[in-house]
Antibody
Framework: QVQVLQSGAEVKKPGASVKVSCKASGYTFTNYYVHWVRQAPGQGLEWMAIFNPTADSTSYAQKFQGRLSMTRDTSTTTVYMELNNLRSEDSAMYYC????????????WGQGTLVTVSS | QSALTQPASVSGSPGQSITISCTGTSSDVGGYNHVSWYQQHPGQVPRLMIY???KWPSGVSNRFSGSKSGNTASLTISGLQAEDEADYYC??????????FGSGTKVTVL
């Protein structure tokens, strides 16, 4: 069964960093891209970034440039998303989702990781 | 990159058809045939309903259909059912490996 499984909820202080993991199972990890999408409480979906596990390459939405990074651990088929210099507006549910190369659609999605930024 | 424009809400009676629009620019919706639609029930994970403007993923009812004209894509739900009540988001490829979502539409079944 194809799944992407995310790490648990996080509570962070303003200025801190958060690292969220997304573990792939049921498919060949390096054959698919991973996207990150977030959703603030009561708000819509916001695309953040794409990661290519094979090429170890990324593309980011402009608003996250310089504050967002992604890495992978091929041995555990896990992609990590790290967001730095957190502010209260970063409080949101963060989702990872799979994309087949050049498909331009996301399926399946992870269960989501709630990140709360509060002093 | 600004969010694609969707109506905040659309409603219809059971059995009716409704259409949700998704308006972008020539740099996203109008420039690529890579528009997808996602359904999200409260507290749940988004679910892919349509991809590449008008294609159905396995397991999605053909009551859902998609189309595009110029910079505007549309999702039509035919034979509206109570279970279709949810939020719907469009998403478009925007070039250079980036994507943009729509602002979201709440569908209410009267």
């Amino acid at each position: 069964q194809v799944q992407v499984l995310q790490s648990g909820a996080e509570v962070k202080k303003p200025g801190a960093s958060v690292k969220v993991s997304c573990k792939a199972s049921g498919y060949t990890f390096t054959n698919y891209y991973v996207h990150w999408v977030r959703q603030a409480p009561g708000q819509g979906l916001e695309w953040m970034a794409i990661f290519n596990p094979t090429a170890d390459s990324t593309s980011y939405a402009q608003k996250f440039q310089g504050r967002l990074s992604m890495t992978r651990d091929t041995s555990t088929t896990t992609v990590y998303m790290e967001l730095n210099n957190l502010r209260s507006e970063d409080s949101a549910m963060y989702y990872c989702a799979r994309e087949c190369p050049s498909c331009c659609w996301f399926d399946p999605w992870g269960q989501g990781t709630l990140v709360t930024v509060s002093s | 990159q600004s969010a694609l424009t969707q109506p905040a809400s659309v409603s219809g009676s059971p059995g009716q058809s409704i259409t949700i629009s998704c308006t972008g620019t020539s740099s996203d919706v109008g420039g690529y045939n890579h528009v997808s639609w996602y359904q999200q029930h409260p507290g749940q994970v988004p679910r892919l309903m349509i991809y590449d403007v008008s294609k159905w993923p396995s397991g999605v009812s053909n009551r859902f259909s998609g189309s595009k004209s110029g910079n505007t894509a549309s999702l039509t739900i035919s034979g509206l059912q109570a279970e279709d009540e949810a939020d719907y988001y469009c998403c478009s490829y925007a070039g250079s490996g980036t994507y943009v979502f729509g602002s979201g539409t709440k569908v209410t079944v009267l």
